[in-house]
């Protein structure tokens, strides 16, 4: 297909696949620490992550030599999926939660932020400017959601 959604689909368009890359964004990084915040059969984990590493959104990075351990980085190409994913966080909080799980905002004045268009060319905020924190809806006692 030459439609471009169809083809980012086709990578990420699966409700375990975005969850990955949700909870890479989070910090996680080891096939155990995924398994566990989400719950997810070991082999559809597996099948997801080899997907990730094949389409250059992840990376696999040895941290252990005996025996081989590896943990999943994102790279500069799943790094730039982080404006989608807050649209689709952002649009969620709109229309599916009564609370926000998490907020993202300016560190610098603790603004909220929101995933929106805007002129190219025009400064965007980079990465070590915002900070994702717990919103209203965010149980005390979750680590993850």
Request: hydrophobic share 40%.
């Amino acid at each position: 297909e030459s439609c471009s959604v169809a083809r980012v689909l086709e990578i990420i368009g699966e409700r375990w696949t975005w969850l990955i890359i949700r909870d890479a964004f989070l910090g996680l990084t080891k096939f155990d620490e995924f398994q566990e915040s989400l719950g997810i059969a070991r082999n559809v984990l597996t099948d997801r992550l080899n997907r990730l590493v094949d389409e250059g959104i992840f990376e696999r990075v040895l941290y252990n030599e005996r025996p081989a351990r590896y943990e999943y980085q994102l790279t500069e190409k799943g790094s730039d999926l982080f404006t989608a994913l807050n649209a689709l966080r952002q649009w969620g909080d709109q229309y599916l939660s009564a609370k926000p799980m998490r907020l993202l905002r300016r560190k610098s004045d603790k603004r909220p932020v929101v995933a929106a268009l805007v002129p190219e060319g025009v400064p965007v905020l980079a990465s070590h400017e915002i900070e994702l924190v717990p919103g209203p809806g965010f149980p005390r006692h979750a680590h993850r959601q």
